[in-house]
């Protein structure tokens, strides 16, 4: 089993309507959870951080945390063409520094 | 405030030659770490540094690998001599936590462009 998991794709929604990504991971001690949006070409963007059970909103995206499930979750709400991109989970396991990331999930917004 | 800088951006060597990718962190910020990319294997992390000093080189995928950090403010990545498997996107990134304890938002990690590496 790998640290973490996500689904490679692709996802294709419809522009307007609500891309949903799911990530899991495998080390219940885990501490810090992060989202990266990671264009064709360019480098990783950190657009989610979080850190407690929940949900965290910034604008059109919202971060659902369940660690009793172990699972990590990123919503985009009204899906823009520009949101097309590849989006990485990564995860800081407990008594750790560095992060661990899953493959990505290649999304497409279809106009 | 400027971001991580990388350089150079992309690299195209022949087999057998040495090469060296520089980094300079986001200032203030104590930890970097340096990853490369492939289609194949994803983003993978090779070693990282806390306030100057290797902490994890695991990643490291074999002698041919070297990294340094003298300062605070620039780390270098050496391959020795380099070969086709080699090639990738290098991308090197930087956070603010060097030490236990702190906030959890000192664990974002900020990531540089990235050099492609091409290895004939």
């Known amino acids: 089993q790998k640290e973490v998991e996500q689904n490679s794709g692709p996802l294709s929604v419809p522009e307007g309507a609500i891309a949903s990504l799911n990530c899991t991971y495998s080390?219940?001690?885990?501490?810090?959870f992060f989202w990266y949006r990671q264009y064709s070409g360019k480098s990783p963007e950190l657009i989610m951080s979080?850190?407690?059970?929940g949900d965290k909103e910034d604008g059109r995206f919202t971060a659902q945390l369940n660690k009793a499930s172990q699972y990590v979750s990123l919503l985009i709400r009204d899906s823009q063409p520009s949101d097309s991109a590849t989006y990485l989970c990564?995860?800081?396991?407990?008594?750790?520094?560095?992060?661990?990331f899953g493959q990505g999930t290649r999304l497409t917004i279809n106009p | 405030d400027a971001g991580v800088i990388q350089s150079p951006r992309h690299e195209v060597t022949e087999m057998g030659q040495e090469v060296t990718l520089r980094c300079k962190p986001i200032?203030?910020?104590?930890?970097l770490f340096w990853y490369r990319q492939t289609m194949m294997r994803g983003l993978e992390l090779l070693i990282y540094?806390?306030?100057?000093?290797?902490?994890?080189d695991s990643g490291m995928p074999e002698d041919r690998f070297s990294a340094k950090m003298p300062n605070a403010s620039f780390s270098t990545l050496k391959i020795q001599p380099s070969e086709p498997r080699d090639s990738a996107v290098y991308f090197c990134?930087?956070?603010?936590?060097?030490?236990?304890?702190?906030?959890?938002?000192?664990?974002?990690?900020?990531f540089g462009p990235g050099t492609r590496l091409t290895v004939l």
């Open positions: 990134a930087s956070s603010r936590r060097g030490l236990a304890g702190g906030l959890p938002s000192y664990n974002e990690q900020f």
């Open positions: 080390d219940r001690g885990s501490q810090s």
């Open positions: 979080i850190y407690s059970n």
């Open positions: 990564a995860v800081k396991n407990q008594g750790a520094q560095k992060l661990v």
């Open positions: 200032s203030g910020h104590n930890s």
């Open positions: 540094f806390n306030n100057n000093v290797p902490i994890d």
